[in-house]
């Protein structure tokens, strides 16, 4: 019995993310900045939270950070993130950090629908990241060590991020690369061995000249055998970030992805889109967005950022 509960609760999982390997919870945005512009990052500047998306961001960062952050997302589901970013004058610039997920309390029954008691299930990554720079580009790597239990079922993993980043100051242009989450199962859960969700990202980031605006377009899943080039560009996602002031940040933001996978009807509504806010308070960064899903609900997360 406690294999069929096993394999209900992954299955789950997988498609709480939409994709079709193991430890899908790494591929969850978990920062609210994030999610507000469509969830792709990786060509963005200046965040700690870039440890979870391109670590050659890590060298973007003015100066040491610590961040924390909340994700609500469907039913019970609950995740949390908390780096922390610093210099090093032999190591460039670093960064250490850990996300987690659980998926709350369960019953636990038999066939024929006799309660046997309770489960839980939840995940974890810690991650070590470095960033370096040469010129105008920028480079990172990541270490992640990932434990997973649903119903008293574990498993361990290691895994590894790459990461690219060009920047043409003169034009505020960005353009990233980044290879996320491979690597290789330690300990499996039964005993298939499953992969983790590589992905291969592409994104550009451009700060437009006579408007306080950066646009950001990202594509996902480049990496998937697909029958047509078109099917890659799907994936794709597009947000904006208006600079109001100097302490306040709004961001919109579309998913495609998103959109085409969790729209129930034809109608028009605002699934995929994506919604946020930075506020600026001294060394206090206060980030919120809120994903819409349709029919099927919202997801709301808020982060804390302190300037060291």
């Known amino acids: 019995m406690k294999k069929v509960l096993f394999l209900t609760m992954l299955t789950f999982s997988i498609a709480m993310a939409g994709g079709k390997s193991t430890y899908e919870f790494l591929r969850l945005d978990i920062s609210p900045r994030a999610s507000a512009l469509g969830g792709n990052f990786i060509a963005m500047l200046d ?19 610590a961040s924390i952050g909340l994700f609500k997302h469907l039913l019970d589901i609950n995740l949390g993130y908390g780096v922390y970013t610093f210099k090093s004058k032999y190591f460039g610039d670093l960064g250490i ?11 636990q029954t038999d066939r ?29 790597a990541n270490l992640k060590l990932i434990y997973s239990s649903i119903a008293g079922v574990r498993s361990t993993a290691i895994g590894f991020d790459l990461g690219l980043m060009y920047l043409i100051e003169g034009q505020n242009l960005n353009f990233a690369l980044t290879l996320n989450n ?6 499996r859960y039964l005993t298939l061995k499953e992969n983790l969700p590589f992905e291969i990202r592409f994104a550009v980031s451009k700060k437009l000249e006579h408007l ?10 480049l990496n998937e055998t ?22 306040l940040d709004v961001r919109i933001g579309f998913n495609n992805e998103k959109r085409q996978e969790m729209k129930i009807t034809p109608t028009l509504d605002l699934t995929g889109f994506s919604f946020g806010v930075g506020l600026k308070i001294q060394k206090y960064k206060f ?14 997360q808020i982060g804390l950022t302190i300037k060291i």
């Open 47 to 65: 965040d700690p939270t870039l440890l979870f998306y391109n670590p050659a961001g890590l060298s973007s960062l003015s100066s040491d950070y």
């Open 97 to 107: 950090g850990a996300i987690y997920i659980n998926y709350g309390n369960f019953t």
């Open 112 to 140: 024929y629908g006799n309660q046997l008691g309770n489960f839980s299930a939840g995940e974890l990554a810690i991650i070590g990241g470095f960033a370096g720079e040469y010129g105008n580009l920028k480079y990172g």
């Open 182 to 187: 491979f690597g290789t199962q330690l300990n």
């Open 212 to 221: 306080p605006l950066r646009l950001n377009l990202g594509l996902n899943k």
């Open 226 to 247: 697909t029958l047509k080039i078109t099917d890659k560009i799907k994936n794709f996602t597009l947000g904006g970030e208006f600079n109001i002031s100097e302490n």
């Open 287 to 300: 980030d919120y967005s809120l994903v819409s899903l349709g029919k099927i609900g919202s997801l709301h």
